[in-house]
Structure formats: structure tokens, C-alpha cells
């Protein structure tokens, strides 16, 4: 299949426009040719410390133009980036990367805490710190002229009701097919910039710098959200679109005094659906809102309100994009009818090939190249998506997934606590909170599961709130009924 | 290979922009959903001619909305359309239908003295008359709702060296590649409005249409080409984008009085090297001329001159679009270095999978993906192609590829032609024409030569001279020497 045969997307760009615009970090601008000599570079020390094509290596790095680099230099040598999560603690890491069987850790000196322990919990794993790279041995790397869009590029980890993250596949393919389906939504123009404050590690900052690359697009790069930073740098770099989560527009949009410049033109809003008054808000401060709909698994947005309905179908996702398709089924697999709530299907070349090492995961999640998300949603008369509830029981806190079952299993590892139970609540500043639910038995004291739950969980995964209870409900087949521990809190 | 999965284009346009305008012809503006009405109603039509999906029928029509109608009922039934070239005489027409093995033709009634003798020749054709369609019992369509890339979607025939045309396979893939390459070079907006003067069974016109469904975006079509018509329509129909060959550009330049319209944004030159004179005559006059190059086996441009290069690379083809690959061969199939002239070979999802049965051809002009195009060339230093000849023998009449070798044998299969030759001499007004050298056998008038070959070939491809000798120079291997020819007209 020739047909799945193309260029390196970086060296094709540097052929095609090397003096354009690529990155802006911290003041600096990169050329496309100046970022592909920087990822060069690090491909040849990479290859220096033994990294070969086909291998699996974790990253575990900030926001930042080396971040960028590294992740292309993977790209150029063929390697297959197991990107972490930096909010991790080094026990999740740990499990995430024994998991892919990477024998490499590309990581740096910030996250000193956490490579400390992963060289114990992982001692035949190598850790390579991007500060030492520079003094590393350069080898001349076996640079992939060509790349086979069915060629794994990233693998990311999402967890699922089981508890226990899975690493999704990305393609190559998966990548580009995003970034055009996408771009035939958007429209592309050569006066782009995409302003990136959102984790690199999630799909949603890869698929910028993807974008970036596939498009010939410069992208702002920032190390950590600021609304403040956020307009002042829409101003002056000429940001044209930015990624956001609600948190984030909701913090933009309380600080923004005058309308954003004419030029801006796209405000993507994901992960997690959006309350309406923000969305009103947005409306009357003139911020074009972009609502979109997608996950891990269809590497960024799949489901795109186009520009003609930002107004009319306001709370909406809007439709697939052109590569895409999506259903709603019902219990019996079976598409409903409009209105009719079931849940979401999707299918396209956006859309992973299955999860790392997980046949039977994969399967069951995948069916003729659909994939049934677990999340809840209908389709209007005309074809809009509106998504009611995210699988079930998922927690999104500010724009990152949270699993109760992830968080469940931790609890119920400690030693006196019998049963646990975690639901999410809503929350003005982050969407939403996990709270636990907790059936102990001996006395324990709340700080002690916090320390607990600390040192096992990131930050955002731990509990806001315990609340102890003689016992977690459960139905006859033991699943916890969360609609119980619900009606506690009211 | 679900990833090779996509919903049928038109389809997916119509449920994504019902009421965005698509055509306009004649005057009259039609929706996607209108041009999807007309087409689904042509489908269920077609369907009550005895058409089905996987088979391959011949269309032969003029330029007009009927026609993207009937294309598009094609598609949405799976047929295979075998796209005539409606200057082809019915000799002509029934050798690529009887090759093709098409077992319908769709025409229309102007064609009416081709297709009577069509029917003649190929007495087990069924013609179909567009104009007989709507009394035709309309039979509900099965619609193909997804389409494989790889599924064959039209064959377009050129002819080569050998003198026989071969049906070139397109693919959806072939086709959509192509469009969001072109995208990714020009960029997209929803305002776009690409101007088709050019005929839709060309590739140029065909892949104007492929993108209309695939961006979301207008197009205007003419059926004929008038130069003014053209400057007052780009005005009124605030036209950004327009196909042209270098004899269209010409025309147009030679009237343009003031400058065209800010939002006109591009001219795309294809059809053959341009000369120089015109292109600066054009940078005067703010013509923004993209020269590009590219061929029916590559489903349109395969390489083109990105916006900021237009000036400083003036007579250069540009650089090959994002998904595709160039490189320059020499005699034993090695990559020659930076301005060192060599044969230009092509790779990439946009190009043909291959000639309609002709396994040894196909293996002839293919190895690994590369497609040995027969064009001269060289890149610079920085990557820019430069097209020195096409095809070595080939002519380029106003746009229109005219093959010595098929003219010839034509003129030698007359009884009283001993021997042929056909050169393209320069032509103020169609770029080139060709001239023929005729050693015959007998006393033999000029006008009944002219009469011959108008009645073999397509008007564009008759010789505009007849010189005769007494032999025509071949070499040892029996290869005519049109070096030697030329010399004779010089």
C-alpha cells in the first residue's frame, strides 16, 4: 500500500518553508529550519544514548521549545513516544511505563522527585536527562525519510472504568487525519498562529505542534496557563485560534476588559462539555467559542461545531468533521433516533487502531472500526451532537480525566480502609471535583488518607473531600451505585 | 484497513453544509443540498437505465451543472465513470469505450453526431441521453454511504509514447489527496470561490469539483471560455481562485485593463512550462500566478509554487505538495545532483494506482510507488523544480496534450502514407501546434489528408501543416529522428 506512504512531516515541512514562523517560546522565535536543526540535533545525541528505531521510550517533560524538539527528534529516529502525564506521581508513572515496556525515560532535572524514585521502582529503565543531552556524543542518526501513516508515533494513557489506564495507539495517520480534518472545519490561512498553553503531553497540545508542522503554522508555546499572559500574547503574537478547556475560558473571559482583536478567530473549547452561561458570556464579549467534542482515542477533536452554527446551535458539539463519522447506539447496538439519548459511536482515520499490549480491551471498545466511547449524548434533527454525560462516571477537573475507579483502587489499597466509592461534584473553578466516599475499618484519620492518596495520585486526582460512611452501596452484581453516594450529598 | 474508510463525499458535505452555495451556472446558484436533490434524483435515474455499482460507464458531456450532477450520481452509486474528452471524434470515443469495456454511455444531445456513430461501432453500448433522464422511471438508488479510498472513482485516458491512450485509474484517495494537498499549499477559507473555465473531463476541472464537495466551497462554472466573460465573473461572483492554461492566461492578461479584485488571490497555471514573457507581464499587472505541475496521473498539480516563492522563483513549478515526493533520475535511474537536468519521477496518495488494464504498462512506468512521468527537469539548490520538456515528444496545445505517435498512426493507417512524422512547432496563440511530414506513396492532396485526420482525430490534434518528403529520417532502432524534422521547418 503505497498509498500510506509519506514524507516525514518535519523534513517535508523544513523542505517546504523553512524561513516561515514555527514556534515562539518564552520571547524567542524558531524557524521551521532552526527547530528541524534543534531536533536534529537531538536526534543524533538520542541515538548517542542507544535509542533505536521501533523502540518505545517514556517523555516526561514540560511546556516547552525542547519538549517540541525532543518529541520531533522521535519522529526523525522512528521511536515510538510513551508520553507521560507530568502530574503523575512516580508510582502512576511507574505503571504506565513498565506497562509499554519502554526501556528509555526521557525526562529532566524539574522532575528530579520523580525520576529519583522511578530509577528504583524501574532500575533497568535509563533515564536521560534533557540537561545532560547536550553533552552527550552525537552520532549521525538513522534519520525515517519516509513514514507509513499505519506507523505507531505516540502512545498516550488514558484510564477507563476498569481503573487501570490503558495506552492508546496513535498513528502517524491518526495525527494527520486529525490535523485535516480539522483544517477543512477551520479553513487555513498562512497568517495562523495557534496559541498552545495546554499540556504538550495531552492530545491537545500534540496536536497543535502536529498542526503546526502538517500546516506550516507558527505556534505560541506556554509553559503554564495565565488568562492575563493569555490575552497580552493573543495581542501581540496575532494569535488567530487557541485550545481551551472551560476553566480556562472562564478565567479569560472574567478577565477580558475589550473584545479580542478581529484577527482571532476560533476559540476551541474542549474537554468536557461547557456550562451555558459561559457560553452566553462568550457570546456577548464577541470570544468565538468553537465547542468540540473528542478524546485520546480520536487524537483531539473528532466532532467540531462549524463556523456557520457557533450562534444557532449554541450548547452543541457540532457534527464529525469530514473524515469522521459518528452514531448513537442503544443497548442493543442499534442507532437511535433524533433526540433519543444513547451512546456515542465514532468511526474515521482520526480514530485510534486499539490500546497498547490489549487485544481484549480492544476489542471490546472496537467493532468494525467503531468505537464506542461510553459517553452519553443525542443527535438534534439536523445532525448536531449534543453530549449529555461523559462515560458515566468520568470526573473531568479541569480539563484532565479523572476515573473514580483509578481513584477507588488507591483508596481501597490502604491496609484499614474496607471499601471506598468516588463521585464527582460540580465545582465553580474546575468544572468539576472528585469527593471520596470511604468505609473504613479502624479508626483513621482524614489526613492520613490525604498523605495516602498524595503520594499515590496526582494532584488532581486526589479527593477534595472524605466523607466516611458505614458502607458503600453496591447492587446485586457488587458495582457501585454512585447514584447513592449522589443523593448523600444532596 | 478501516483507516482507508471515509464517508462518500458528498454526502458527508451535504450533512455537514446543506446551505452553503457549491455551483453556479448559468446565473443560477444551487446549495450542496440542492446539487445532492438534483444528483440523488440522477442516481435513482441511473439506476432506472439498468446502472450498478463497480461498473464502468462512459460520460461524455459539455460543462455544465447536469454534468457535476451526474459525476456526483456516479459516485453516489459506485460507478466507475470513464470521463470523455467531448473533442474526440466518435473513432476516437469508441476505441477508449470499447477499451474501458464500459457497457453504458451518458451523453447528451449535442453530441448527437458522435454518439449515432458510436452506436454504429459499439452496437452493445447502451447510450444514455441526459436529456431522456428525467422521463426515465426513477428506481430508489442504493448509495454507497462509505467508500474505501482505494475504490476506483473515475479513469481518464491520455496517450503516451506508444501512441495508444491508456485509461489512467483514479481513486477516491487519488482525489481527495490531491484536494487537501492544494489546501495545505494555498490555504482555505470560507469564502473561496474557484472559477472552472477549464473542462470538467479533465483532470483540471474534475479536481476543481473534488474539492468544491471536499472544502465546503463554491464554484462557478463556465461552459466555454471567454476572457471576458472571465474578468467580469471573478468581479461579480468575488471569484478567489481559477484554473487556467498558459493560452487562457494570455487572453485574459491582454484584456485585463485594471487590476483584478484583492480577494482574487490566485491563478493557477497549469497545462505545460509557461513562457516567461507572460509571467512578468502578469507580475505588472498583480496577477497572482502559481505555476504548478502536474498530470492526469496525478490527479491534478502535484507540485506547485507556495505563495511566498511566487516572485523569487518566477519560471519555477515550485516544490511538491506536502503529501507527495519529486526527484530527478538520471538514464540509469540514479538521483542527479542540484541543476543537473534528468527525467522527473513523482510518489505520493495523489498518484494513480495505474492504467486500466494494463498490468505492463503500469509495471513499466511504476517501481515502489514512483511514477516515471517521461517529463525533463531539474531541481536548484534550495528544491525548486524547473521543467525543462514535457514528455520529450509531447505537444501542449492549449492545454490539451496532443501525442505525436497517435497522430501518426493515424496518418500511416490512410492506404496511400508510406511513413509519418509529427513535431510541435511554437504558436503565439495555443503555445504549440503540430505539424506533420508525410512521405507517401502515390499522389495524395493536401485536403484530403486534412480530411482524413478530421475525421480520425479531435480537432486540436490535426496537424495545422503537411510537408512531404521523400523519407522520413529514422534511426537505426527505426525511432524517428524529429530532431531532424525540426531542422527541416528551421
Not at 497540545?205 to 495565565?226: A, C, D, H, P, Q
Not at 473528532?302 to 448513537?328: D, M, N, R
Request: aromatic letters at 8%; one cysteine or more.
Amino acid at each position: 500500500m503505497t498509498n500510506q506512504v509519506m514524507p516525514n512531516f518535519i523534513i517535508k515541512r523544513v523542505s517546504l518553508t523553512p524561513q516561515r514562523e514555527a514556534v515562539r517560546f518564552e520571547g524567542k522565535k524558531y524557524t521551521f529550519s532552526e527547530l528541524y536543526e534543534k531536533s536534529y540535533q537531538m536526534a543524533g545525541q538520542l541515538s548517542g544514548m542507544g535509542l533505536k528505531k521501533g523502540q518505545y521510550a517514556g517523555v516526561l517533560l514540560n511546556n516547552h521549545v525542547d519538549t517540541v524538539c525532543i518529541y520531533l527528534a522521535f519522529q526523525l529516529l522512528g521511536l515510538r513516544a510513551v508520553i507521560l502525564n507530568n502530574r503523575l506521581t512516580a508510582d502512576e508513572l511507574a505503571w504506565q511505563i513498565n506497562d509499554s515496556k519502554a526501556a528509555f525515560l526521557v525526562t529532566e532535572n524539574v522532575f528530579l522527585s520523580k525520576w529519583e524514585v522511578l530509577n528504583e521502582l524501574l532500575p533497568k529503565v535509563k533515564t536521560i536527562l534533557k540537561e545532560e543531552l547536550a553533552e552527550t556524543d552525537f552520532i549521525e542518526p538513522a534519520i525515517v525519510e519516509e513514514i507509513n501513516l499505519d506507523d505507531i508515533c505516540t502512545i498516550m494513557y488514558t484510564s477507563g472504568t476498569t481503573g487501570h489506564p490503558k495506552g492508546v495507539l496513535q498513528t502517524y495517520g491518526n495525527h494527520w487525519w486529525s490535523a485535516v480534518g480539522s483544517a477543512l472545519n477551520l479553513g487555513l490561512s498562512e497568517k495562523d498562529c495557534w496559541l498552545c498553553t495546554v499540556p504538550l503531553f495531552h492530545i491537545s497540545g500534540y496536536s497543535i505542534l502536529m498542526r503546526s508542522i502538517i500546516y506550516g503554522m507558527k505556534m505560541v508555546i506556554l509553559e503554564t496557563f495565565n488568562e492575563r499572559a493569555v490575552i497580552e500574547i493573543i495581542r501581540s503574537e496575532k494569535v488567530t485560534i487557541m485550545s481551551v478547556v472551560s476553566t480556562m475560558l472562564n478565567r479569560i473571559e472574567a478577565e477580558l476588559k475589550d473584545n479580542l482583536p478581529a484577527e482571532f478567530r476560533c476559540m476551541l473549547l474542549g474537554g468536557g462539555p461547557a456550562p451555558k452561561s459561559l457560553l452566553e458570556k462568550c457570546v456577548s464579549k464577541q470570544i468565538p467559542v468553537f465547542q468540540t467534542y473528542g478524546m485520546t482515542e480520536t487524537s483531539s477533536q473528532i466532532v467540531t461545531l462549524s463556523p456557520e452554527h457557533s450562534l444557532s446551535k449554541l450548547s452543541s458539539a457540532g457534527k464529525p468533521l469530514f473524515p469522521s463519522q459518528l452514531k448513537i447506539i442503544d443497548i442493543n447496538g442499534n442507532e437511535t433516533a433524533p433526540k433519543v439519548a444513547g451512546e456515542i459511536a465514532v468511526k474515521g482515520p482520526n480514530v485510534t487502531i486499539g490500546y497498547l499490549n490489549r487485544e481484549k480491551e480492544t476489542s471490546e471498545k472496537m467493532m468494525n472500526g467503531w468505537l464506542s466511547t461510553g459517553d452519553i449524548g443525542y443527535l438534534d434533527e439536523e445532525g448536531f451532537l449534543y453530549v449529555l454525560d461523559r462515560r458515566s462516571d468520568l470526573i473531568i477537573s479541569g480539563g484532565e480525566n479523572v476515573y473514580p475507579a483509578e481513584i477507588e483502587g488507591i483508596l481501597v489499597s490502604h491496609p484499614a480502609i474496607m471499601d471506598a466509592g468516588v463521585i464527582g461534584i460540580k465545582d465553580d473553578e474546575w468544572g468539576e471535583i472528585p469527593i471520596a466516599f470511604i468505609a473504613a475499618n479502624s479508626e483513621l484519620s482524614e489526613e492520613a488518607i490525604f498523605e495516602f492518596c498524595r503520594q499515590k495520585l496526582a494532584k488532581y486526582k486526589v479527593p477534595k473531600q472524605l466523607n466516611f460512611i458505614a458502607e458503600i452501596p453496591r447492587n446485586a452484581s457488587k458495582k457501585i451505585m454512585r447514584r447513592e453516594l449522589r443523593k448523600l450529598v444532596e
